[in-house]
């Protein structure tokens, strides 16, 4: 059964950085195309980034800058470096697979941008 478990979200003052972990089980990232979504509150699930599982990656042109998505495929994760953190970025954020083998959403984690 695949799982996807992110980690590392959490409250974080303005201007500072996070990185979240997206941890998959259950079959080998490498293999597949994943993605780093996030929901604000009120707002409607949107794309930050992706990767392919050759590694290159691509985002969303108001994502650009800020957010840097990666991949470990020996600790079988991927990651989403954020910086400059705004209150905009208070938002739950998910990880995706855009298959061919991973589908499945994680159950995400909540990150609070708060002075």
């Known amino acids: 059964q695949v799982q996807l478990v992110e980690s590392g979200g959490g409250l974080v003052q303005p201007g500072g950085s996070l990185r979240l972990s997206c941890s998959v089980s259950?079959?080998?990232?490498?293999?597949?195309?994943m993605a780093w979504y996030r929901q604000a509150p009120g707002k409607q699930r949107e794309f930050i980034a992706g990767?392919?599982?050759?590694?290159?990656?691509n985002y969303a042109d108001s994502m650009k800058g800020r957010f840097t998505i990666s991949r470990d495929n020996a600790q079988n994760t991927v990651y989403l470096q954020v910086n400059s953190l705004k209150s905009e970025d208070t938002a739950v954020y998910y990880c995706?697979?855009?298959?061919?083998?991973?589908?499945?959403w994680g159950q995400g984690t909540q990150v609070i941008v708060s002075s």
């Open positions: 995706r697979g855009l298959g061919p083998h991973i589908t499945q």
């Open positions: 259950g079959t080998f990232v490498s293999t597949n195309a």
């Open positions: 990767i392919t599982g050759g590694g290159n990656a």
